[in-house]
Structure formats: structure tokens, C-alpha cells
């Protein structure tokens, strides 16, 4: 048996896009909470737990988007033409937030708040898009002849809205828990009062994705509710509740290392979810992994440099967060 070359891009992909949600995540989380905090020195906390890392947590996005390209040009090319609009203004609130970050530090203080503002803005706006991009994804793309045959603005429908709301909801939460774990004092009780409401307003999402997919289309309806496959996956909704509750119960108990913890589980979950609803599609609602693969040698080849330099993005992300563990407090400078 030869080996699945487009079953492990897919693999890698899938890997690289889920570290994204997790590394860059919480990082916009912390954007997306700053309308929430009004104190100067509770915001330069929230920026200084991720000041030392939050560089390199896109590499992951570089990845995702450099493999997507090597390994499925075909859906490189569908995927990037359908959702031009939401990537373009993703990136752009991706810089704009990147910029304000550094501004912000350096801005006297008549100028602050702008930079405050354009922090949060960008972040918020960086996430919308992805769960925009998201939406569209799951409804699924118009092809003719292996090139794009929709509308420039089919992306957007009222789905593909409510998830660009619920993502921005989800970044919240790992951006609430990502605070409770290395602040302390009066802006980690805050945190931990925000991420009850956010819980469960993240469960109403999951709960809203996981009923309108079906309901929209027959194949995921399929694919989820027929035997023994609803034996099978039943474990995941499942988990989510008991991932939810456990949230609740930590966040009641003080937890400071649980929450976070519970809320990537949540994340994961929900990824799993869509990758049940539509593997082995890369361009729904019929494109597989197979269809669009680029030829077994330029897999091959790709390969090997995937599987070299992917170790040591792992080795300095893990080395990065171990150096700068423990909590940050107020007067912790950024240089």
C-alpha cells in the first residue's frame, strides 16, 4: 500500500490552521476584551501576557497558507478568488492591529486612545473575517472547469455572518481564560466574570453552527445523523457540554491553568466537528483532498521541507512560552 500523500497534506494543514486558532486566538482575545477594560495599567497587562510571543503565532497562518498552496493549488486558487474580500480585510486588521501594538507603547498620551481603539478594532475586524471566510467554507463553492464560478460577493450570507459573530465570541473566551491564567488581582476576578457570560454565549454558537448546517445541507445532515455514524460522533456534542460545565465549575473554584485549558478544548472540539461535516472535501460541497492535490512528486518534495522545519517551529514556540511563564503584572515593561 502506497503512501497517502494528499491525506497527509491534509493532515499538516488541518494541523497548522488548528495552531493558528489556538496560538493567534487568544492573542486577538485580548483585542477583542480591551472595549471591555477601561483601566491604562489592566490594558498594558493584557498586551504584556503576550508582548514576548504574539509575533510568531501567524507563522502558523504562513504555514497553512504555504501548504495549501504546494500541496492543493487547485483549491489555493478557488479558495483565494471566492473569499479575496474577507482575507484582504483580515490581513488588513491583522497589520492595523499589529501596528497599533507596537504604537501604542510609544504614543504620548493624547494619542493612546487612538491606538487603543485601533488595537481593539483590528482585532475585532481580523476575526469577523476569518469566521466570514469560515461560513462561506462551509456553504460550500461554485466550480466550472477547476476555477471559480461564483460572485465576488457570495461569501457573504446571513450563516456566514452569524459565524464571523461566533468566532469573535470564541477568540473572547481564549482571550478571558488566557487572562485569567497570567494575570492577578482585580483584572483576573474581571476576567473570570466575563467568561461565564462568554461561555455561554459560545455554547448558543456551537449549538446554532451545529443545528443550521444540517438543516442547510443534506450531506453533513447525512453524514451526522445516519447509523452507526451518530454512534460515533455523538461523543463530540457530548464533550462540548461537559467541556462547558467543567468551565462553570472552574471558573466558581478560582481555577486559574483549567479555563484555559477548557476553553481550547472547546475550540477543538468544534474544529473536529467540521472536519466530520465535511472531510474529505477541500472545496465543498464537492471537491475532495484527492481531486485537488498537486502531482505526487511535488507532494513528495514539499514534504520533506514541511517535515523538517515544522519540528523546530514547534521546538521555538514551546521554548518561547516556557521562557516568559508565570503571571504579568502591572509595571511588567514591553521593550
Known amino acids: 500500500m502506497g503512501i497517502d500523500l494528499p491525506l497527509i497534506w491534509a493532515v499538516i494543514i488541518g494541523f497548522g490552521l488548528m495552531m493558528y486558532v489556538i496560538m493567534d486566538g487568544f492573542d486577538l482575545g485580548i483585542g477583542i476584551l480591551f472595549p471591555f477594560i477601561r483601566d491604562r495599567d489592566d490594558r498594558d497587562v493584557m498586551v504584556n501576557t503576550v508582548a514576548p510571543v504574539w509575533d510568531g503565532n501567524e507563522t502558523w497562518l504562513v504555514l497553512g497558507g504555504a501548504g495549501l498552496l504546494a500541496a492543493f493549488p487547485l483549491a489555493y486558487s478557488v479558495l483565494l478568488s471566492a473569499l479575496y474580500l474577507p482575507l484582504i ?52 463553492f461554485r466550480v466550472e472547469n477547476g476555477a471559480y464560478a461564483g460572485g465576488v460577493l457570495d461569501f457573504l450570507s446571513p450563516f456566514s455572518v452569524f459565524t464571523g459573530l461566533g468566532l469573535v465570541v470564541a477568540y473572547a473566551l481564549l482571550g478571558c481564560t488566557w487572562l485569567i491564567l497570567k494575570t492577578e488581582g482585580p483584572l483576573q476576578t474581571r476576567m473570570i466574570a466575563l467568561a461565564r ?98 502531482p505526487v512528486q511535488s507532494l513528495g518534495f514539499a514534504l520533506v521541507g514541511a517535515l523538517f522545519i515544522i519540528p523546530f517551529i514547534l521546538g521555538y514556540t514551546a521554548w518561547s512560552y516556557y521562557v516568559f511563564r508565570g503571571k504579568v503584572r502591572a509595571g511588567d515593561g514591553y521593550h
Open 197 to 294: 457570560p462568554i461561555t455561554f454565549a459560545l455554547l448558543a454558537v456551537i449549538a446554532g453552527v451545529s443545528l443550521w448546517t444540517p438543516l442547510a445541507h443534506e450531506g453533513v445532515a447525512a453524514r451526522w445523523f445516519s447509523l452507526p455514524n451518530l454512534l460515533f460522533f455523538l461523543p463530540v456534542p457530548l464533550l462540548v457540554l461537559a467541556a462547558a460545565y467543567g468551565m462553570i465549575k472552574a471558573l466558581a473554584r478560582g481555577s486559574h491553568g483549567l479555563p484555559f485549558l477548557l476553553a481550547l478544548a472547546l475550540l477543538f472540539l468544534g474544529y473536529s466537528g467540521l472536519a466530520i461535516s465535511l472531510f474529505p472535501n477541500i472545496i465543498p460541497p464537492a471537491v475532495s483532498i484527492w481531486g485537488a492535490a498537486a
Open 89 to 140: 480585510f483580515m490581513l488588513a486588521g491583522l497589520i492595523w492591529r499589529g501596528v497599533a501594538f507596537e504604537f501604542r507603547f510609544k504614543a504620548d498620551e493624547g494619542h493612546r486612545p487612538f491606538w487603543d481603539h485601533a488595537f481593539a478594532w483590528g482585532s475585532i475586524v481580523a476575526t469577523f473575517c476569518q469566521g466570514l471566510a469560515l461560513g462561506a467554507f462551509i456553504n460550500g
